[in-house]
């Protein structure tokens, strides 16, 4: 079912999802599968699957450093399927425009078609470690809105070389990823809705919130995405801080702010055990007032380990 039947068929209640992200090659699913077992109680209508970029590697030969490119965790689209068919739930994978030519995402729609994947997440995907800034790959799209075109071109039987009159046509319920601090390269708050509004106006379906720990943050952005235009769902993601590094790790990498008094309860910390304890309490603060303004869905980002968001879930579904 797609994600937006979900939240229409919920009539108001908040639903719980979460997203998961493949083990490192080399592991086989059943640590995912560990990871996600406990969750099930929780009854996710769906749970998103991240994708990751291509990497560099660098190997030693003849004394000299040769440079491979590779992919260091397994496809995403088989996960999708491989999680829908053990928990008969619905599977978002997420789809980059970064590593792939048009006719590669083509393929992967293709395959999510056949599988019975009815949902996907559309986004650009960030530079690679040894760029500055985001480079398509060669023919490949710049930014998600012109990814969230091919899809739905794709959902009206319009292939890239050809127009196809299936039996089944595709029919795919699009997520975008959305900023309440704003995207790190965007120069305004208001020229990235601008961009958000657009890649709507291509036809998105949802909307999925980068990570945030001061609730006001959301309610702010989903008044200002409404006076841009904006009426479609806008599910805030959620991240639990787990470890002291995310105190300068999180800011870095995603520009987002930390409220004080997150910042001195986990620098009080005397073990990593007790951090863990701060970010769950945290989030669960969060979760209560998202779920008292009555926000869709609390959608939280599990990064490999579940024990956290279990013991956040156990204390609001
Ligand atoms: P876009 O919407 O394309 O925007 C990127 C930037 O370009 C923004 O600053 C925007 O304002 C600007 N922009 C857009 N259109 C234009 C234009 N026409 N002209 C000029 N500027 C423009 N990354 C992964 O690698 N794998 C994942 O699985 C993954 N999952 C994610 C899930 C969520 C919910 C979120 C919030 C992020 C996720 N990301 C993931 C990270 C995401 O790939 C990065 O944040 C990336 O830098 C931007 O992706 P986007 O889809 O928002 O890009």
Redesign the pocket.
């Known amino acids: 079912m797609k994600i937006t039947e979900h939240i229409k068929k919920a009539n108001g209640k908040t639903l719980f999802s979460f997203e998961v992200i493949p083990p490192k090659k080399g592991n086989n699913i059943q640590e995912l599968y560990n990871n996600i077992n406990p969750l099930m109680e929780f009854n996710p209508p769906f749970i998103d699957v ?4 291509e990497e560099y590697v660098y190997v030693e030969k003849e004394g000299l450093l040769d440079r491979k490119i590779t992919r260091m965790r397994p496809g995403t689209v088989g996960i999708c399927a491989a999680i829908k068919h053990k928990y008969d739930v619905d599977t978002v994978p ?1 789809v ?1 425009c ?1 590593g792939f030519s048009k006719e590669e995402t083509e393929y992967l729609l293709v395959d999510c078609h056949y599988l019975g994947i009815e949902n996907v ?6 530079a690679m470690s040894h760029q500055k800034y ?1 480079v398509p790959s060669k023919g490949g799209h710049n ?3 012109e990814l969230v075109a091919q899809i739905q071109n794709l959902n009206c039987g319009k292939y890239l070389h050809e127009v196809m009159e299936a039996a089944s046509k595709a029919d795919f319920c699009i997520g ?4 309440p601090e704003k ?1 790190l ?2 120069p305004s708050l208001q ?2 809705l601008k ?1 958000l509004k ?2 709507i106006d291509a036809g998105a379906d949802y909307v ?3 990570m945030f720990f001061d609730n006001q943050k959301y309610f702010e952005f989903v008044e200002a995405a409404k006076n841009a235009g904006i009426h479609v769902p806008i599910v805030p ?1 959620i991240k639990p801080m787990a470890v002291q590094r995310h105190l300068k790790l999180l800011p870095q990498v995603f520009k987002i702010d930390l409220p004080e008094t997150l910042i001195n309860s986990v620098e009080k910390c005397k073990t990593s055990k007790d951090v863990r304890q701060v970010g769950i309490e945290w989030a669960i603060q969060q979760s209560k007032e998202l779920l008292a303004a009555g926000v869709p869905v609390l959608h939280y980002y599990s990064m490999g380990k579940s024990d956290n968001i279990h013991a956040i879930a156990k204390e609001l579904f």
Not at 176 to 179: E, N, P, T
């Open positions: 991240t994708t990751s970029r997420h980059l970064g997440m559309a986004l650009r995907g960030d985001f930014y998600a809105k975008v990823a959305g900023y995207h390269e965007a020229t990235d961009r657009e890649k999925v919130t980068q993601g």
